[in-house]
């Protein structure tokens, strides 16, 4: 029977994963995606929408299905999904690895936070107007700064609370740096807040902030798991793969998970 690996997505490098393994014959390839975006991009293979309720969800999905091999290819801030995968990997017996990519290297004029409520502490002292680039999700932690005119860009619009003053701009990237100057300069922007979500398709902001000297607060990433490391790239991954997956990615019966 064919081995099967589980790619929990959502990210621009579990589409490319997801492409790389769905090419190979007699390999079966899922992606799952939380379903919090409505309009994903096309991705190869099957493609599931949903959560699993939780590790034990996802470990009993994982035995059900005859998994092979998981890969966390989340969001670098997917603290929970992180976890809830790390441990159904566990209890399921089958090999698990994290896909993420490499944090940026923090500008010495960068503000490293631990948290959105940190970042949104440290705002009033940044100026009257912001460009919030932390997702869609997580805009409550700065609903109560009245005085302040915050732009957000986001692909889909997103979910209350917001702050009294917020701008929303729906748009996909990637973008380009004369794309952030811009958005920058027309929205008169006193400084930038994000996460670090590593990768160059988001850095250009970083780069933009940088040229017109303006603050920016970067949210860390959370830790993973004890005893869980990550791999940066989809060539760590099919490497790691091509130590678990039997040559022609097939597998008896009674060797399959």
């Known amino acids: 029977m064919p081995a099967h690996v589980l790619i929990l997505g959502g990210t621009t490098e579990a589409r490319r994963l997801a492409t790389a393994l769905a090419a190979r014959p007699g390999l079966r390839v899922t992606t799952s995606l939380a379903g ?27 035995r059900a299905h005859r998994v092979t091999a998981l890969v966390d290819a989340t969001h670098p801030f997917a603290e929970r999904i992180t976890a809830n995968a790390a441990e159904a990997a566990r209890v399921a017996g089958v090999p698990h690895a994290v896909l993420r990519r490499p944090g940026w290297d923090l500008d010495d004029d960068w503000q490293p936070v631990a948290s959105l409520e940190e970042a949104a502490q440290a705002v009033p002292r940044l100026g009257q107007r912001v460009f919030l680039s932390t997702g869609r999700l997580g805009l409550a932690a700065f609903a109560e700064l009245t005085a302040h005119h915050f732009v957000v860009r986001s692909v889909e619009a997103p979910e209350p609370p917001l702050p009294s003053h917020c701008e929303v701009i729906l748009a996909r990237g990637p973008f380009s740096l004369a794309d952030e100057l ?29 040229s017109l000297s303006l603050p920016v607060v970067v949210v860390r990433r959370p830790e993973l798991p004890s005893g ?17 997956i039997p040559p022609g990615g097939a597998c008896a019966a009674d060797t399959c998970p």
């Open 182 to 210: 811009d958005l920058l300069r027309t929205h008169r922007i006193d400084a930038l807040v994000t996460k670090d979500s590593g990768g160059a398709a988001t850095a250009p902001k970083l780069a933009a902030a940088r």
């Open 36 to 62: 919090r975006v409505r309009r994903p991009a096309a991705i190869d293979g099957e493609v599931r929408v949903g959560g699993f309720g939780g590790a034990a969800g996802l470990a009993d999905w994982l």
């Open 228 to 244: 869980v490391g990550a791999l940066p790239d989809e060539e760590a991954v099919l490497g790691w793969l091509a130590g678990v």
